[in-house]
């Protein structure tokens, strides 16, 4: 079955430097999403991609966090200049329509120190 | 904000014993999906409902879905250590949000 697969598994980055999370969403899917998840707290979401451009975004989504689809395969989180409050696990999601139930990656663990 | 509690947060059972975990919340979602997830990984699907009063069986997994499409229920029958796990309920809200609110979680541990 198609999965979504997210490198690297772990990144451990130093305050203030950039990080960029990737992800290979299923290939006939859309709709793009990166959640978040702070240890020991609920999922979170962040923003969500369609058509070439941002859909919708959280308010945890400041001007540190961009998304990219640079290729047909490749969709990215970046983080400009990270915090140690950005320390998750980064999953990202795909889905084919609409209102389709998500397709969860297992999952970049961010570490900021 | 749409908030999803889920209760109880923790739970460990005896195998062989039933379980019942719910998720409330005080706005209607168009839809609620239930998720698993293991350590170190992300959520899997399990099911979603749609229509309120709905009812889907998973083997020995029963979902709910309230009349009033504000809350849902799983209900375990006869666990396994298998079925260890954490256990979200995530809803989609009515309108043109795209986001799945989610719920903290309820921790599943079943001893043999």
């Known amino acids: 079955e198609p999965e979504v697969t997210q490198t690297p598994s772990h990144q451990v980055t130093q305050m203030g430097q950039e990080v960029i999370l990737r992800c290979v969403p299923i290939s006939n899917h859309l709709y793009f999403y990166w959640y978040r998840q702070i240890l020991g707290q609920k999922v979170e979401f962040l923003v969500s991609?369609?058509?070439?451009?941002?859909?919708?975004k959280s308010e945890i989504f400041d001007d540190q966090f961009s998304v990219e689809r640079p290729d047909g395969s490749n969709f990215t989180l970046k983080i400009r200049s990270t915090k140690l409050e950005d320390s998750a696990m980064y999953f990202c999601?795909?889905?084919?329509?609409?209102?389709?139930?998500?397709?969860f990656g297992n999952g970049t663990r961010l570490t900021v120190t | 904000t749409q908030l999803l509690e889920q209760s109880p947060q923790f739970l460990s059972i005896q195998e062989g014993e039933n379980l019942t975990v719910y998720c409330n919340s005080s706005s209607v979602f168009s839809s609620l999906q239930w998720y698993r997830q293991e350590p170190g990984e992300g959520p899997v699907l399990l099911v979603t409902v749609v229509t309120g009063g709905e009812v889907k069986k998973l083997k020995r997994l029963t979902f709910q879905f309230g009349d009033a499409r504000k809350d849902s229920s799983l209900h375990i029958t006869a666990a396994q250590p298998g079925d260890t796990g954490l256990y979200l309920c995530?809803?989609?809200?009515?309108?043109?949000?795209?986001?799945?609110?989610f719920g903290k979680g309820m921790k599943l541990t079943v001893n043999p």
């Open positions: 999601a795909s889905r084919n329509r609409d209102r389709e139930p998500l397709h």
């Open positions: 995530a809803g989609e809200h009515q309108g043109g949000s795209e986001k799945l609110v």
């Open positions: 991609f369609y058509n070439n451009e941002i859909s919708e």
